[in-house]
């Protein structure tokens, strides 16, 4: 006996009103458990939503433009023999509110009992109108909203990157004929096409291509423990691997001589106690950066995805990595150029303690247009951060130290507390003469900070 089965969004994350970007099955789809129903995108990830159950779709609760988020229902499922051989034991009086209480997650998906004849069934046709394929322009994909996302690449769903790569099919080839020219199945199918019936193999990837990273078993050579990350990092792990692999990284190191800086902040410090807040080196650093900033615009920008133009921001928006718990975030300080260092460090204090209660929304964390990540509370003498794309530069701050430097008109060494700065930039846009020019500059407002009002 069937069963009618409703599919609820699972948990994706503390995101509310994610957008359907894509359809994958139409009422009438025979589906096999794990099969890709929806694609989903937040301002964070894209992620397909897979079938708990196998069988045929009765119904679309969705369509491409809603807004879900988890427990909206996607669809409804007709069960055939699995249920009725009594293997997925979810009666259709109970679907609703056993689907309620299944979150099915992709890895609870997986786990679900295997139908079998659905699970054999062809994967359904498509139906997008390949007429469409080619219409929109090579190449166009928008970015995707995330202040760690957004390096050019190809708009596709894990399913069709997972296809192509499969087919070997450079996607950055293909023209996406999905909504805002999302590349779909049909497409890489296209391209593989038309590329046989050129009379040739797919023109080979265009770019570097890494091999797959083969599976080692860790447990031949001793114990291991499997701990699974969470989403912060693995969405913080996807966002810095394309960053590195996408950037021409540079990294200018330099050290700015604070003593006088450092002198004036301590005796700053029961001023800043009775405005409520601390006078931390990290404010002064984040003012003296967008001073920098406002003289070297280039600094302040975003390469265009054709890679023909940068995106000169005139605000001046820093973000802060703050490492919590959950892994490393980056909340931003808007318009650092318009606000004091009291305020700055109030802004600065309110933020860090929110990204360590893991209170911080997608906005708070939205159109940096510069980074500064500060490990000099913990130590170290200097580091290769890695830039915040789709931002062209991000300044590393190791630990001051005291050190004895030569006074050549004085012709002695003195005590100087002494800042390293790690400035790693996109080479694309930016010149190592001008990141000089850069790091020397914030160090010349670093080591005399009456030109912060200049
Ligand atoms: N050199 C020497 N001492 C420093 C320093 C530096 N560069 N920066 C801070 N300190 C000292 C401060 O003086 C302070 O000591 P006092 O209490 O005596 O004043 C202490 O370290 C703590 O500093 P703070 O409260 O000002 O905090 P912070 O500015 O160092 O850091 C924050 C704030 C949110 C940036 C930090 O907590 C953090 O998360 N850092 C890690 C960021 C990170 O992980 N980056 C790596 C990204 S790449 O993986």
Known sequence: MAALLQ???????????????????????????????????SEKATMEIPSPYAGVVKELLVAVGDKVREGSPLAMITVEEAAAAGKLAVP????????????????????????????????????????????????????????????????????????????????????????????????????????????????????????????????????VEVRQLNKVRRISARNLHRAWISIPHVTQFDEADITDLEAFRRSKADEAKSHGTKLTLLAFLIKAATVVLELFPPFNSSLEPNGEAIVVKKYFHNGIAVDTENGLVVPVIRDADRKGLLDIAAELAAL????????????????????????????????????????VAILGVSKAEMRPVWRGEANEFVPRLMLPLSLAYDHRVIDGADAVRFTTRLKTVLGDIRNLIL
């Open 352 to 391: 860090s303690q929110k990204a360590r209660d893991r209170k911080l929304g997608p906005e708070d964390m939205a159109g940096g247009t510069f980074t500064i990540s500060s490990l000099g509370g913990i130590g170290g003498t200097a580091f290769t951060p890695i830039v915040n794309a789709p931002e």
């Open 7 to 41: 599919v609820l969004v699972p948990d994706i994350g503390d995101f509310d009103d994610v957008d359907v970007i894509e359809v994958l099955v139409a009422p009438g789809d025979r589906v096999a458990v794990e099969q890709s129903l929806v694609t989903l995108e």
């Open 92 to 223: 259709a009086a109970k679907a609703a509110r056993a689907a309620e209480a299944t979150p099915a997650p992709a890895a609870k998906a997986r786990a679900a009992p295997a139908a079998e004849p659905a699970a054999k069934a062809p994967a359904p046709p498509r139906r997008e109108p390949a007429a469409q394929r080619g219409a929109a322009e090579r190449g166009a994909g928008p970015q995707e909203g995330s202040p760690l996302l957004g390096t050019r690449r190809a708009h596709a769903s894990p399913s069709v990157r997972r296809l192509a790569r499969e087919l070997g099919v450079d996607l950055s080839l293909v023209r996406g004929s999905g909504p805002k020219s999302r590349i779909l199945k049909d497409d890489v199918q296209g391209f593989v096409r038309d590329a046989l019936a050129r009379g040739g193999p797919p023109a080979p990837p265009a770019g570097l291509v890494l091999p797959p990273a083969p599976h080692v078993d860790f447990t031949k050579w001793g114990e």
